[in-house]
């Protein structure tokens, strides 16, 4: 590896305008060795969606414009959220949201595509589900079974859990196959992480909850996923006395 000491780093480039303020939890996905896409939720606007596509040449780094990707509402309030993913096989950037200014809320997955550093041919969206206050937000793209797998956590009364669903990305627009869960007890958590462990052909999940985090891990076959130990079961504490 590369010692500390002998790690450059370039300077630090905006990317968002005066006027786009209180950026919410940006996500970033890469394109190819030069090449990424940013997304995030602005969070005075009432929430509008924004992505921006950077490049990189040594330490500097060159941005496009930002480009609208969703100009309603985005949920849940100051925990507004976006995650963007790319499907190298489409070539295009899968993006995810929260959309609606209630407490129940459409989960929401709308693609693009990259020319240079511009985002066009933005498709319309494609409702994953409704849920009460979808929150937390995480994806990865699985190339070998051409799909993406997305995780969310959720925030309502009383609907404490963790989510995911398998997309089928071989048709031209990505298809979800059925939506599971695993409970997340009696408060809400937070900071869900999703990773593929291609060896053992599973992905692994971790989120905090009540200053601990805890971790399990999903199978899928075709577009079905099984949770380890079932909706209550198989979550395993692997840190505690940490912070949301």
């Known amino acids: ?28 996905t890469r394109i190819s060795d030069t090449k990424f896409c940013i997304t995030w939720v602005e969070n005075n606007n009432n929430g509008p969606v924004w992505g ?78 409704y849920l009460e206050k979808p929150r937390r937000i995480d994806a990865v793209f699985d190339s070998e079974h051409n799909r993406t797998i ?16 398998s997309l089928d990305s071989s048709a031209s627009t990505p298809t979800t196959g059925t939506i599971v869960f695993q409970y997340a007890t009696t408060d809400a958590a937070y900071h869900v992480q999703i990773a593929e462990d291609a060896t053992n052909d599973r992905f692994m999940l971790t989120w905090s909850q009540n200053n601990k985090v805890y971790g399990n891990y999903i199978t899928i076959n075709n577009s079905t996923i099984t949770i380890n130990g079932g909706e209550t079961g198989g979550a395993v504490e692997v840190y505690s006395a940490g912070n949301n």
């Open 150 to 165: 997305v995780a969310w956590t959720t925030a309502g009364s009383g609907d404490y859990k963790i989510y995911t669903a």
């Open 1 to 28: 590896g590369t010692g500390y000491s002998n790690v450059t780093r370039g300077t630090h480039v905006r990317f968002t305008s005066t006027s786009q303020e209180q950026v919410r939890n940006p996500s970033v």
């Open 52 to 129: 921006v596509v950077g490049t990189v040449s040594g330490t500097t780094i060159t941005y496009g414009t930002p480009t609208s990707l969703h100009s309603g509402a985005v949920r849940w309030d100051e925990k507004r959220n976006s995650c963007c993913v790319y499907d190298p096989n489409a070539d295009r950037v899968l993006v995810f949201y929260a959309s609606g200014s209630t407490n129940s809320d459409a989960f929401i997955c709308r693609y693009f595509t990259v020319s240079g550093t511009s985002i066009s041919n933005i498709s319309s969206e494609i409702q994953i589900g």
